[in-house]
Nanobody, 121 residues
Framework: QVQLVESGGGLVQPGGSLRLSCAASGTIFSINDMGWYHQAPGKQRELVAIITSGGSTTYADSVKGRFTISRDNAKNTVYLQMSSLKAEDTAVYYC???????????????WGQGTQVTVSS
């Protein structure tokens, strides 16, 4: 069974930085897109950034120039480097893997359990 395990969340002051990691475990042949979404209290889950298997990236307008997404295909891991953090970045951040191909389950999508990021002084 495939699991997405996130790490790196926490409390940071405005203007600070955090790096999130998400590793997909299991017998995985390939993954299409990997990305990050966030959900603030009382709001819907929203796309933060996504990266294709070939390295093309898409960012939400609110994080362009501040966040950088990257991935290591050999490790089935995606990263989110967050800089110049603002209070409005406070949310639970969820890792997403689209089109994960395994022998037993075929191609499916998976979500991580979420990691809290709090930006506050």
């Amino acid at each position: 069974q495939v699991q997405l395990v996130e790490s790196g969340g926490g409390l940071v002051q405005p203007g600070g930085s955090l790096r999130l990691s998400c590793a997909a475990s299991g017998t995985i042949f390939s993954i299409n897109d990997m990305g990050w979404y966030h959900q603030a209290p009382g709001k819907q889950r929203e796309l933060v950034a996504i990266i294709t298997s070939g390295g093309s990236t898409t960012y939400a307008d609110s994080v362009k120039g501040r966040f950088t997404i990257s991935r290591d295909n050999a490790k089935n891991t995606v990263y989110l480097q967050m800089s110049s953090l603002k209070a409005e970045d406070t949310a639970v951040y969820y890792c997403y893997a689209e089109g994960v191909l395994t022998r037993l389950a075929g191609r499916r999508d998976y979500w991580g359990q979420g990691t809290q990021v709090t930006v506050s002084s």
